[in-house]
C-alpha cells in the first residue's frame, strides 16, 4: 500500500510554497532544536539527515575517512547547488563530527547562506534548561538580525502551541500505529514528513490517517524494537517486512526519541528548552547508558517487542559505544539483539539482509 507516498506534498513542494508565500527556509541539521522560534520568524525548518544517496566526493577533502556518513553527505549537499533553495543553516551541537561540521562552514568554506550553530546541553537538570533557554534567547537575536522581524511572546506562543499540538498527534500515530491501514515504509514515510511540514499541515495530514485507524491490529510477524539514528535508506522497512519481522516501537532519533511532552513555563524560551528536554533518553544528549537500558526495557514491555536491531551508522560514535552494555541488558530480559552498520546508501544495507534475514528466522523457528 502506497497512500501514504502520495498523499503526503514533497520537500520541494513544500519549500516552493513557502518561499512564493514570501516565507524563508532553513536547512536545520539533526537533531533537537526549536521548530516553534523558526516559524515564529516565518522561517520553514527543513531537516536534512545526510540526506542520503548524495555523492560524498566533495566533502572527503575536507572530512576524514572515519566521519560518519551523515556529516559528508551533509557537507558535500550543503555545498552543493541544490542548497540553493536555503536561506540560512542551522547546526546542533549533536555530536563531534556535527560540531565539526559548524566550524568547517564557519570558518573554512562559507556557504552562500549565514551558519547559526546551537548548543545543547547534556542533562536534564534546572541549569540545562536555563543554559537552552539562554540559547533560544540568544538564536532569537541572531533571527532578528537576519530578518528585520522582532515577533511578540504571544507569537511565538503561539508557533508554540502548534508544535506541541503536532507533537502530540506524533505520539498519537506512534501509539496506534498498528491499527493503522499502512505498510511500514509508508507508516515511517508518514512520521518522517514532520521533518519538513509545518505543524498545522502535519496534523491534518496524520488526522486524516487516524480517522482511519481499524479495531484490530494490523502487525503481522515477529515484533521487533529499531533502534538507531536514522532508517535510511528507507526500503530497510521493506527488508525487515520480508523478513518475517515487524517494527513495533521505535529508539531512532529522527522518530522516537523526539517525542517531546509540552513545556511546563511561560517563557516561551524556556518552554521550548524544557519540551526538548522532555524527550526520551538519547545518546546524543548525554543520556546515561542506565537511561537508556531502562527506557528500552520498558519499550520491550509495553510493544511485546520480541527482538531489538540496533541499525547503526558507520562511524557513529554515540551510538556505538552504547551498544555493548545495552544489548548486555537487553539479554538480561532474554531479549536477541542485532547490529547492522550502514552508511545511508542501498549499496551499503544490501550485504546485511542475509544476517537481518538469519537473525529473525532464528528467532521465529525457536
Known amino acids: 500500500m502506497h497512500e501514504a507516498l502520495t ?25 533537537h532544536y526549536p521548530r516553534a522560534l523558526f516559524r515564529a520568524f516565518q522561517i520553514l525548518p527543513v531537516e536534512l539527515w545526510g540526506p542520503p544517496e548524495i555523492d560524498p566526493q566533495y566533502s572527503k577533502a575536507h572530512l576524514q575517512p ?9 557537507l558535500s549537499y550543503i555545498t552543493g547547488p541544490e542548497s540553493e533553495v536555503f536561506d540560512l543553516v542551522a547546526v ?16 573554512l ?13 547534556r542533562g536534564r537538570r534546572e541549569s540545562d534548561a536555563q543554559f537552552l533557554a539562554n540559547e533560544f534567547h540568544a538564536l532569537y537575536r541572531k533571527l532578528e538580525a537576519l530578518t528585520s522581524l522582532s515577533p511578540s511572546e504571544d507569537e511565538v506562543m503561539a508557533c508554540i502551541l502548534r508544535e506541541e499540538d503536532a507533537d ?35 496534523c491534518e495530514l496524520a ?12 502487525d503481522k510477524g515477529l515484533p521487533i524494537i529499531l533502534s538507531g539514528i536514522v532508517p535510511e535508506p528507507m526500503s530497510l522497512f521493506e527488508f525487515i517486512e520480508r523478513a518475517g519481522g515487524v517494527v513495533v516501537a521505535d529508539d531512532l532519533a529522527c522518530c522516537g526519541r523526539r517525542l517531546y511532552g509540552p513545556g511546563e513555563d511561560n517563557d516561551v524560551f524556556r518552554r521550548m528548552a524544557k519540551s526538548i ?90
Open 7 to 31: 498523499s503526503i506534498p514533497c520537500r520541494r513542494e513544500i519549500i516552493r510554497a513557502h518561499k512564493e508565500s514570501g516565507g524563508r527556509v532553513a536547512a536545520v541539521l539533526p537533531i
Open 168 to 202: 502530540e498527534v506524533l505520539a498519537e500515530l506512534n501509539r496506534k500505529r498498528k491499527f493503522l491501514p499502512l505498510c511500514q515504509r509508508d507508516f515511517y514515510h508518514l512520521l518522517r514528513s514532520r521533518e519538513y511540514l509545518p505543524a498545522e499541515r502535519f
Open 207 to 218: 488526522k486524516s490517517f487516524l480517522a482511519k485507524a481499524e479495531n484490530e491490529s494490523r
Open 66 to 74: 572515519y566521519v560518519c556518513p551523515l556529516v559528508h553527505n551533509a
Open 277 to 366: 528536554l522532555s524527550a526520551p533518553p538519547d545518546s546524543t544528549r548525554g543520556s546515561s547508558i542506565q537511561e537508556r537500558a531502562d527506557h528500552m526495557v520498558r519499550m520491550v514491555k509495553m510493544s511485546g517487542a520480541k527482538a531489538v536491531l540496533f541499525y547503526c551508522m558507520k562511524f557513529c560514535e554515540p551510538e556505538l559505544f552504547g551498544h555493548p552494555p545495552l544489548r548486555d541488558e537487553l539479554n538480561k530480559i532474554n531479549i536477541p539483539t542485532l547490529v547492522i552498520e550502514s552508511e545511508l546508501s542501498e549499496a551499503s544495507l544490501n550485504p546485511s539482509v542475509g544476517s537481518l534475514e538469519l537473525f529473525l528466522e532464528t528467532i521465529l523457528c525457536g
Open 109 to 121: 568554506i562559507l556557504p552562500r547562506q549565514p551558519v547559526f550553530p546551537i548548543y545543547l546541553p
Open 92 to 107: 546542533p551541537h549533536t555530536c563531534d563530527s556535527l560540531q565539526g561540521l559548524c566550524s568547517i562552514l564557519t570558518d
